[in-house]
């Protein structure tokens, strides 16, 4: 079983900057993990994500802008997001797959980008 910690998050004016953390334990062999956005009112979307060979792909709206980097500890990773605006606001949800394409998820973290 694959379990997921997800931290970070909060209130930050536009121009600001966040990280998210995503920790994952368990026993899995490692494909790809991201982070997706759902924002009110809208439907989930992938905005990035890094493979096992540290490929990474972004979003269009958030490319130049949120950068994903590998954490101290094994199968935690961040989320660098930079000259937030409010169209960034909702919840972050980190995921991880597996070799199978088998998708684990944390349980979200809300952001807030508001004056």
């Known amino acids: 079983q694959v379990h997921l910690v997800e931290s970070g998050g909060g209130l930050v004016q536009p121009g600001g900057s966040l990280r998210l953390s995503c920790a994952a334990s368990?026993?899995?062999?490692?494909?790809?993990m991201g982070w997706h956005r759902q924002a009110p009112g809208k439907q989930r979307e992938l905005i990035a994500a890094?493979?096992?060979?540290?490929?990474?792909h972004y979003a269009g709206p958030v490319k130049d802008r949120f950068r994903i980097s590998r954490g101290d500890a094994e199968n935690t990773y961040n989320l660098e997001m930079n000259n937030l605006n409010p169209e960034d606001t909702g919840v972050y949800y980190c995921?991880?797959?597996?070799?199978?394409?088998?998708?684990?998820w944390g349980q979200g973290t809300q952001v807030n980008v508001s004056s």
């Open positions: 995921y991880f797959a597996d070799q199978f394409l088998a998708m684990y």
């Open positions: 368990g026993s899995f062999v490692f494909n790809n």
């Open positions: 890094i493979t096992a060979s540290g490929e990474m």
